[in-house]
């Protein structure tokens, strides 16, 4: 969602870095890259390592509080989010969204952007046990869309989702955000494109669907 749908992976980078400014901490570059698409105690940790702390919860929960806060009002889409929901409605393909996100924000965003009815079914980071890089969440969202995972598309723009979509046996699309594709990417990608526009223009040559 954050950073695939929405143009929301900026807000919770600023909001990681003004909450490590008040507290005299300076995140490094790689910081984006190790946290971002994560969630529960993997992200955790990430904070307990670049905040140098000894418990993230705290962190954690006040990023998250101050996100919801500013995605209130209004909730930006990226790029061909609406071009490609309609190809996949119109092709009746089953749509569900898996995100390292609360329930609560998931439903909002997704209501605040007019883009709800398109989605079969939603899975939230806190239904699984472990959050990506690991399969948990793409395991659970093929399972609610009665589909096996191998007959699954997972976009995502995070390397560790990336990663949690190759795990789970699916076909991973990457469509970057902030960060710039690894040689570890086009690996684990069926496919990377810039923009949600490309990536269905692709499918559209590729996908067959009755």
Known sequence: MDG???????????TWNEIAEERGVHLPEDFARTISGTNGS??????????RISDGREIQDECMARVRKKLEVHVPKKLGVNEILQYFRKKKVHLVVASS???EQI??????????????AIVSGTEVENGKPAPDIFLLAAEKIRCRPEECYVFEDSLNGIRAGYAAGCKAVM?????????????????????????????????VTD
Do not use: H, W
């Open 4 to 14: 695939l749908l929405f143009d929301t992976e900026k807000i919770f980078q600023q």
């Open 101 to 103: 996100s609360s329930k």
């Open 175 to 207: 469509i970057p955000d902030l960060l710039a594709p690894t040689e570890e990417m086009y690996r684990l990608s069926c496919g990377i494109y810039d923009t949600l526009v490309e990536a269905m223009n692709k499918i559209k040559e590729s996908l």
């Open 107 to 120: 439903e909002s965003n997704l209501e605040i952007a007019g883009i709800r009815s398109y989605f079969e």
């Open 42 to 51: 993997y992200m955790c940790r990430a904070i307990e390592k670049y905040y």
